[in-house]
């Protein structure tokens, strides 16, 4: 059994003492939820403040980002090294970043590669747009960015992996997929890829989210899903009430 894995993704949201406060209201609530990994992904000024609160918690911290060189002069980047002294994992490849901070499937498989250098769990994000959905493209689209992201990897490593499954017109819409369509997607655009280029273990064992738009009352239908493992959580991470909501529904 895959255990199941919900990250809250709280882009660019929360000042430190704003992410404290977040913090204070959920801890013990989401440190009592064992059965789940919960993982929250602040701003990385609010990585310090968030890590030292959940210390002595099972709550796992994630990063929204990381350069792929270990360090240099990359003025204004972060590496994956320095990012291991406060967090387990990191969300490579957002569709954000790929749309609006030119991120490519190579520089995503180049972070994915830093990333785990460094120790760290990357939860790589894959999902088609709007127009790519309309025009049937879903399939390769996803397909593409899965292969692209995982380049090079061997099979133990991609079995330990996460990779979220956003389609883009979902996220932030409150219109989210439905739960049999993107449990498809998942079963056959990623894990069927996965399990060609590295072998069904692999396939079975890789843990996939599902994201956008994922609020308390949706998320039980997602994770009742035989191959969705959990979700990433955008503007539903920011109440303390729905992402605690969330993360009970995968009990
Ligand atoms: P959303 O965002 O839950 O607000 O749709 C999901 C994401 O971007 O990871």
Request: glycine share 12%; with cysteine.
């Amino acid at each position: 059994m895959r255990k199941p894995i919900i990250a809250g993704n709280w882009k660019m949201h929360k000042t430190t003492a704003e992410a404290r406060q977040l913090v204070y209201e959920t801890r013990t609530d989401l440190a009592a939820l064992t059965a789940v990994d919960v993982v929250l992904c602040p701003p990385f000024t609010a990585l310090a403040e968030v890590a030292g609160l959940v210390a002595d918690t099972p709550i796992r911290i994630g990063a929204q980002n990381a350069h792929w060189e270990p360090d240099g002069a990359y003025t204004g980047e972060i590496s994956a090294g320095m990012l291991a002294e406060f967090c387990d994992y990191v969300i490579l490849g957002h569709s954000e970043r790929r749309a609006m901070f030119g991120e490519t499937d190579e520089g995503v498989n180049r972070k994915v590669h830093a990333a785990l250098g460094a120790g760290l769990i990357p939860i790589v994000c894959v999902g088609e747009t709007f127009e790519e959905n309309q025009a049937d493209r879903t399939g390769e689209v996803v397909v593409r960015q899965v292969r692209a992201a995982l380049a090079g990897l061997d099979a133990d490593t991609v079995a330990g992996l996460v990779v979220a499954y956003e389609p883009v017109w979902a996220i932030g819409t409150g219109l989210a997929a439905e739960p049999d369509g993107a449990a498809a997607v998942i079963r056959d655009f990623i894990r069927g890829p996965v399990g060609e280029a590295f072998g069904s273990g692999a396939a079975e064992t890789l843990r996939v989210q599902y994201g956008g738009s994922v609020k308390p009352d949706n998320a039980g239908a997602f994770f009742s899903m035989d191959d969705i493992d959990g979700a990433l959580v955008g503007g539903a991470s920011l109440k303390a009430a729905d992402f605690i909501g969330i993360v009970r529904a995968a009990m």
